[in-house]
């Protein structure tokens, strides 16, 4: 069994792609998308967990990977993509081979259709492209194509090969040819292979029982016709409604949700939830694990993510953190992609209910109200404890906390902007114990310009603290800092 090197499959680390057209690629950038970015991301973020860095190389890497975010900013994706690739075989000590793990790490492996119903009929294909060029030298790369199961088992393998090198962007297509193998309805991880044991995680493919297009329009009719009152009936129907929309035959590469569920499992939750529903039920009340959903407000649906611990005991009242990604993110991102998701590991330690929403569509004038409508919609399915809600969000998502914050004072507890801030209007009397992270090589919210926003605030005798992140930068601190500051939130309670 080939162990996957990225415990999460590609499609989880579209957690990074944006609501936004993606810049122009230069030159030599290839077929290079954002979901390409996250990819690479959720793996450095993921080779992170287990490195062990001194000072030096914690420096290093910061550095580097904001170097690779400016990058990302300024349209060079392939510049972006390949200098995460490097610093992720960088921080794995005594990696057999390397350079084998980064010409694997350079090319992109898809099935077409993504979606298939009779492998027989319409027999799916494989292409390995190029992301960007590799060298200076000219490499014949033999290499394999992996299907493998959730579990990470390696069901099956397809040769193929490639010359890469300088300005050389490579692409082959071929049948899939799965013989005798027969799958069951699934979605399957597609990876390349890097050793015998290991493979990079590059894409996934779904094999549904049935058309996935005609399944949705189904179901939007059946959930057309539910007739119901009351709020938690209103948010459940609009939930299950937009879950529906992300069953597709052709699944958008824009769409994260749509590659971050697996639309096999979705189908037979939605039956599930039309049949409560129908029953004048809501089938999120008290919902544990990991879900996607929205939130229904008087003019727009606001899609967000969901998780508590099945060990929760969600008949107390329940702790919340509601968290903020950061621009280029969405609302996947503290699920899957910062420290690993580590956001998730934590509610797990403290038991606390966790919901991460789209940060864009708070933005502007209303963002303090449709911070309270997510609160009261969040309250219809758990008994959330008014005494202990904790907001917090990195860069634009600190932002928006800043803004919340001064908004809805009362509406938390505490909160926290990490290396995201810029202070508060003089208007602002009063805020809730709130915390400041800067860190120290962050090129995009300087330390020297967040803590002269910090200390205007404590001049004005507001509450809050001020840290700065050592050998740090902008975005691998988030994964750094991320327990001490659910450590410090909790440590605050509303008497």
């Not at 799965?178 to 799958?183: S, Y």
């Not at 690993?340 to 209303?366: E, I, M, N, Q, W």
């Not at 928006?400 to 208007?427: E, H, Q, W, Y």
Request: include cysteine; glycine fraction near 8%; proline fraction near 6%.
């Amino acid at each position: 069994m080939l162990r996957t090197l990225s415990c999460l499959s590609f499609i989880v680390c579209l957690a990074v792609s944006s609501t936004a057209q993606p810049p122009q690629a230069t030159k030599y950038d290839g077929p290079v998308t954002r979901a390409d970015l996250a990819a690479a991301y959720l793996r450095m973020e993921t080779a992170l967990t287990t490195a062990t860095l001194d000072e030096a190389e914690t420096a290093r890497v910061n550095k580097e990977f904001d170097a690779a975010t400016l990058a990302f900013f300024g349209g060079k994706l392939g510049e972006a993509v390949k200098t995460i690739n490097e610093l992720s075989a960088s921080v794995v000590p005594n990696r057999p081979d390397n350079e084998t793990y980064l010409l694997a790490a350079s090319l992109r492996a898809s099935i077409s259709p993504p979606v298939s119903v009779d492998v027989v009929k319409a027999a799916p294909a494989i292409t390995v492209e190029s992301l960007y060029s590799t060298g200076a030298t000219e490499t014949a790369f033999n290499g394999h194509v992996v299907i493998a199961n959730a579990r990470g088992e390696v069901l099956h393998k397809r040769p193929f090969s490639v010359t890469l090198g300088p300005d050389k962007m490579a692409k082959t297509e071929l049948p899939l040819e799965l013989g005798p193998l027969r799958l069951n309805p699934g979605r399957y991880t597609v990876g390349i292979a890097v050793s015998e044991h290991e493979f990079l995680s590059v894409g996934n493919w779904t094999l549904a029982g049935a058309s996935l297009t005609e399944t949705s329009a189904k179901y939007a009719a059946e959930i057309d016709a539910l007739t119901g009152s009351g709020p938690a009936f209103d948010q459940a129907k609009a939930s299950v409604a937009a879950r529906a929309k992300l069953l597709s035959d052709t699944p958008s590469v824009d769409n994260t949700a749509q590659f971050v569920l697996d639309a096999t499992a979705l189908t037979s939750e939605i039956a599930s939830e039309i049949t409560v529903l129908k029953g004048g039920n809501d089938p999120f009340k008290g919902r544990t694990g990991d879900y996607w959903r929205v939130l229904k407000t008087d003019d727009k649906e606001i899609p967000l993510r969901v998780y508590l611990p099945a060990t929760a005991d969600a008949s107390k009242p329940l702790p919340l953190v509601v968290a903020f990604h950061g621009a280029g993110g969405d609302e996947n991102m503290f699920m899957d992609a910062y420290g690993a998701g580590v956001l998730k590991t934590l509610a797990d330690k403290h038991g606390f209910l966790a919901v991460s929403p789209l940060t864009y569509a708070f933005a502007g004038a209303r963002s303090g109200e449709y911070f309270d409508q997510l609160i009261a919609a969040t309250a219809l399915d758990y008994p959330v404890d008014p005494k202990r809600i904790y907001v917090l969000g990195h860069s634009m998502g600190g932002g928006m906390t800043n803004a919340i914050v001064a908004a809805k004072p009362d509406s938390m507890t505490a909160a926290a902007c990490l290396c995201g801030f810029r202070g508060f209007d003089k208007k602002v009397a009063k805020i809730p114990p709130t915390l400041v992270i800067a860190a120290e090589f962050d090129p995009l919210a300087q330390p020297s310009r967040v803590e002269a926003a910090f200390k205007l605030s404590k001049d004005a005798g507001l509450s809050v603290e001020y840290q700065l992140i050592q050998g740090h930068g902008h975005t691998l601190t988030v994964g750094e800092v991320l327990p001490e500051t659910i450590e410090w939130l909790f440590s605050h309670t509303k008497p």
